[in-house]
T-cell receptor, first 114, second 112 residues
């Protein structure tokens, strides 16, 4: 079975500082990894994905994520946080041996303070 | 180009009733997935439809059923509603080998 863990319910960071939102995963096959963001009363917006290749993936709005196979992690990062980045972030995994379903973590609320 | 659309936006039902939620995928997409997002939790996969058939199903009871139409739009039906069915129901669409799924705004279902 595939699973995702987001160990932090909330991350607080000051505007302009770098941010990291953590994600670890478990799959039996090779992972396809995703980050989504959810604003209040909205659906999920796709940020970035890792399929194969370069371990550092760049996505929308200046976000990037680093795939680490040995640590089974896929942490989301941004060099300089904006107040408008405040939202709920979800990490998701798809096991390439388990069909097309996405398994999501419980989410991490990012609070960026001015 | 319209993204994924869902209707209705909000819905209030009572226990034991039945509900139908609707989803229109993003233009050019042929695969529709449904997810349930309870308050304070991540989305959970209900099932996925492709070529008008259920291709994969998550750990949800038979009370949850669906349908996909020839135009790729989809319905989610829930029978014998329980209080625990109260959640945001998200529809996501995708196409072919493109792996990312694009989500609609969701339908907020409240069961009283």
């Amino acid at each position: 079975a595939q699973s995702v863990a987001q160990p932090e319910d909330q991350v607080n960071v000051a505007e302009g500082n770098p941010l990291t939102v953590k994600c670890t995963y478990s799959v039996s096959g090779n992972p396809y990894l995703f980050w989504y963001v959810q604003y209040p009363n909205r659906g999920l917006q796709f940020l970035l994905k890792y399929i194969t290749g370069d371990n550092l993936v760049k996505g929308s709005y200046g976000f990037e994520a680093e795939f680490n196979k040995s640590q089974t992690s896929f942490h989301l990062k941004k060099p300089s946080a904006l107040v408008s980045d405040s939202a709920l972030y979800f990490c998701a995994v798809r096991d390439n041996n388990a069909g097309n379903m996405l398994t999501f973590g419980g989410g991490t609320r990012l609070m960026v303070k001015p | 180009d319209a993204g994924v659309t869902q209707s209705p936006t909000h819905l209030i039902k009572t226990r034991g009733q039945q509900v139908t939620l609707r989803c229109s995928p993003k233009s050019g997409h042929d695969t529709v997935s449904w997810y349930q997002q309870a308050l304070g939790q991540g989305p959970q996969f209900i099932f996925q439809y492709y070529e008008e058939e259920e291709r994969q199903r998550g750990n949800f009871p038979d009370r949850f059923s669906g349908h996909q139409f020839p135009n790729y739009s989809s319905e989610l039906n829930v029978n014998a509603l329980l209080l625990g069915d109260s959640a945001l129901y998200l529809c996501a669409s995708s196409w072919g080998t493109v792996l990312e799924q694009f989500f609609g705004p969701g339908t907020r279902l409240t069961v009283l």
